[in-house]
């Protein structure tokens, strides 16, 4: 995780160097043409309204997209635990397929979040638990068959809410604009006559850190599971799923 934070600010300081070399080749041309008026100041006003829309609409999907790994260990779970009990109460039922089913998905959920592992292959998973399943109908009343199914419904649901937010951008449209007005911002500091180097390097430096560093943690977020790309560093945390993994690969056996 360091190393991908150090990998965030590389690609900052990538981005800041180069303008801080154009600024100084913009004062040694002469080509220090605007003069910090408070029309400056709107754009950077406006600039912060749109990073602030992103950042706010990226956030609720973050937020929505940390509870995934312990909805999906909770789903799980409960699916073992019916299995099991399936079995003790009704030993001519042989759920053994289904828990075998049950043991690869849990691993292959966790490769889906490491990039190791693609949604068709959890859905064929989950279509084999389906047709696992159906072979127990004769063995299990309806309710009990229900709760199954409405399991396996829910991870199909949460896989299919995941593969959105990870491959979908929040308002594309928006991020073009905000990247548009932050270059132009950035031009606008080159260009701007200022007095003086500490002036020079606090504005220069301080606006355009904090707005180029927003922009790529907001385009970093807008993906939280990025845990296989090496240039992600704000993922969300897979504790719970790997906690509960070694329970769904070897369910515990209490007369054992």
């Not at 109460?89 to 490769?111: H, I, N, V, W, Y």
Request: charged share 15%; with cysteine.
């Amino acid at each position: 995780m360091v190393m991908r934070r150090l990998g965030m600010l590389l690609k900052l300081v990538l981005v800041l160097v180069p303008l801080v070399a154009l600024k100084v080749l913009a004062m040694a041309r002469g080509w220090e043409v605007l003069a910090a008026t408070p029309l400056f100041a709107g754009l950077i006003t406006s600039n912060v309204f749109l990073i602030g829309f992103l950042f706010n609409g990226v956030l609720t999907d973050y937020k929505e997209s940390e509870k995934c790994p312990a909805q999906l260990a909770e789903t799980l779970l409960s699916l073992v635990a019916e299995l099991q009990a399936l079995g003790w109460a009704r030993p001519e039922a042989d759920p053994s397929a289904a828990l075998g089913t049950l043991a690869q998905l849990g691993p292959g959920f966790l490769g889906w979040f490491h990039g190791t592992t693609c949604a068709n292959q959890l859905f064929e998973l989950m279509d084999r638990l389906n047709a696992d399943l159906a072979q127990l109908r004769d063995n299990c009343e309806s309710p009990f068959m229900t709760r199954l199914l409405q399991e396996l419904a829910s991870l199909r649901s949460q896989l299919l809410r995941m593969e959105t937010i990870r491959s979908i951008p929040f308002v594309p449209t928006v991020y073009w604009l905000s990247a548009t007005s932050t270059t132009v911002l950035c031009a606008g500091l080159v260009l701007t006559h200022m007095e003086g180097w500490a002036e020079i390097f606090f504005y220069l430096g301080a606006i355009a850190f904090l707005m180029v560093f927003i922009l790529l943690m907001i385009w970093d977020l807008d993906n939280p599971f990025g845990h296989g790309e090496f240039s992600s560093c704000e993922n969300i945390s897979l504790e719970p799923l790997e906690r509960t993994l070694a329970r769904i690969i070897n369910p515990q056996n209490p007369e054992s």
